[in-house]
């Protein structure tokens, strides 16, 4: 009798627990349900400061419109926030085009930028999603090589790498060690075989230190990140097309893309430039508040 109160009490205080811990679950709602009132937009976003950034703008141009909104920041790699916008928990989300294409198709053609498109409605539909217009504004993946090790052996190319790459240590998020666009297809596509493959974070702060400190030489950046250039970093031309693009552009649900939702959404795509999103990108590396930005931004466009 002793053991089965005290296994009781055991089982009563885990529930406890993960009970006060679900409050950190950018994944929890109070809204009840799988996507809440059907009214309201619940925009979520990638695990990395540019996607949050761009669903701040779409939460507060929302907002600015009269559109009830629930924010779900920081949800994760593009396989978990896809799911997460597949059974409702989230029904906003910035996304990257091309990438979003060669995710839901790998052997699909992401090289015609005007077919992308529809290619995209096509893998979406039977799901209830649908994308909204593309912005200008770009933020592929680049492989960028540290400043020594690029004059030393003449980098210009992912492919120059080939009979160097063996010596050298590639940074990159936990996702590239399968994604095609990756490890894998730097393997199969260039023929690349590192020495090792650090896993850090995409194109983030943890990347950056690696490459800067000597732990990588090789590294995963996004292109319309201002770190390249400040810190004398080579961006190495994909010349074999391994990349997609990477226009932004808004994927939602289609039940929750109203005609005042969509317009305010395309108004977004129709202003964002690369220009202007590295300049933002520049302030949340200085630590600036993304709120802040992002209503800054919204202001000067008149959104």
Known sequence: MRKKLLLAGIAAAA?????????????????GGAG????????????????QLLATI???ALQNAGVEVEEK??????EVYLQALRDGSINL?????????????????SSDRTGIRAQLDTL????????????????????????????Q???????DLAPIAQKLTLAGPAEWKSRFEGVPGLQEVYGLEFEEFKVLDAG???????????????????????AIAENGLVALVDDKGLFPPANILPVIREEAATEKVRTVLNRISATLTTEQLMRMNGRVAAGDDIGTIADDWLSEQGL
Request: charged share 20%; glycine share 10%.
């Open 36 to 51: 809440g009132d059907p009214g309201k937009i619940i925009v979520g976003s990638a695990d990395f400061a540019e996607s």
């Open 93 to 109: 989300l910035p996304e990257y085009n091309g990438s979003l294409l060669k995710q839901l198709d790998n052997d699909a053609d």
């Open 153 to 159: 052996y003449g980098l210009v190319s992912i492919s």
């Open 15 to 31: 529930a406890i627990v993960l009970t006060a811990c679900s409050g950190n679950d950018p994944m929890s709602s109070d809204t």
């Open 124 to 151: 979406l539909a039977p799901e209830g999603i649908i994308v909204l217009d593309e912005a200008e504004a770009e933020n592929a993946d680049t492989l960028v090589a540290v400043s020594d090790v690029a004059a």
């Open 204 to 226: 983030g702060p943890l990347t950056l230190a690696a490459l800067q400190n000597g732990q990588a030489q090789v590294g995963d950046m996004f292109s319309s990140d201002p």
């Open 58 to 60: 779409y939460s507060r």
């Open 73 to 78: 920041l920081n949800i994760g790699s593009r």
